[in-house]
């Protein structure tokens, strides 16, 4: 304790005072680990407003892009309003089917539909809908773009949240030559320029180190 990060330790600490056991998490976890999939879920603090703003807005309607092993999805699963639904993208079907499962077990799988595939080519399925959240967290050069579809379809007051804007700080390097850095920038430069939105970006420390979430609030 005491160092200049002790971020990760605090996390520990806020999940251990804030958080009730949650074996369907601890398993989702597990399997995610067992498959060999990359631990870059949420963390337990993220996902937990994920599940607050979902809650708070009454959302019967969400959508994640970037399932992965279903982490985040299980939370905001949980939040939604009686009958609602989440939809959530996912471009490898070896993390779909570990999704799959985890949500089986967390007993949400009747309210989640995992779709299979680039995001961009199931869009055109969901382009009748209306949601009321969204939650972009797929590959990062796509992020304008999967914004710019989920803002235009968001209902007034609706929210789409985006991770990893911050990237340890390296948003703020207008010279970087990371393709991820570079689309986090274009995407602030469009969405500061949407007459559609308001926009904030708060910034996240933890056990996923540095890096933030862009809220966007449609009007
Ligand atoms: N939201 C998850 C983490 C997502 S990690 C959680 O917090 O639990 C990012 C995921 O996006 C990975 O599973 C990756 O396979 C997926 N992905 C990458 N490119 C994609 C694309 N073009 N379309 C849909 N999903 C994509
Ligand atoms: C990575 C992706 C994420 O969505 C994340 O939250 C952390 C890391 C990655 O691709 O390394
Ligand atoms: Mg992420």
Do not use: C
């Not at 990062?140 to 789409?160: C, E, I, N, Q």
């Not at 430069?189 to 559609?196: E, G, K, L």
């Not at 540095?210 to 609030?217: L, M, S, T």
């Amino acid at each position: 304790m005491g160092g200049v990060d002790d971020s990760a330790a605090v996390d520990r600490y806020l999940e251990s005072v804030l958080l009730d056991d949650d074996p369907a998490l601890d398993a989702a976890l597990r399997r995610a680990a067992d498959a060999g999939l990359p631990p870059i879920q949420v963390s337990a603090m993220q996902g937990k407003l994920l599940h607050l703003l979902v809650r708070s807005i009454e959302a019967t309607r969400v959508l994640e892009f970037g399932t992965l092993a279903g982490y985040s999805a299980i939370w905001m699963a949980r939040g939604l309003a009686a009958g609602g639904r989440l939809t959530t993208l996912e471009l490898d079907p070896a993390h779909a089917e570990v999704a799959t499962r985890n949500l089986q077990e967390a007993g949400v799988a009747d309210r989640v539909d995992v779709i299979v595939g680039p995001a961009v080519d199931s869009l055109p399925q969901l382009d009748g809908e209306t949601f009321d959240f969204t939650f972009v967290d797929a590959d990062k050069v796509s992020t304008s773009a999967y914004v710019d579809w989920a803002v235009g379809h968001t209902r007034p007051g609706g929210l789409v949240v985006v991770d990893n804007v911050v990237r340890n700080g390296a948003v703020a390097d207008a010279d970087s030559d990371d393709a991820n850095v570079r689309a986090v920038r274009d995407f602030l430069d469009r969405i500061a320029a949407d007459p559609r939105t308001d926009t904030t970006v708060i910034q996240t420390v933890g056990t996923k180190g540095y890096d933030g979430f862009a809220v966007v609030a449609v009007r």
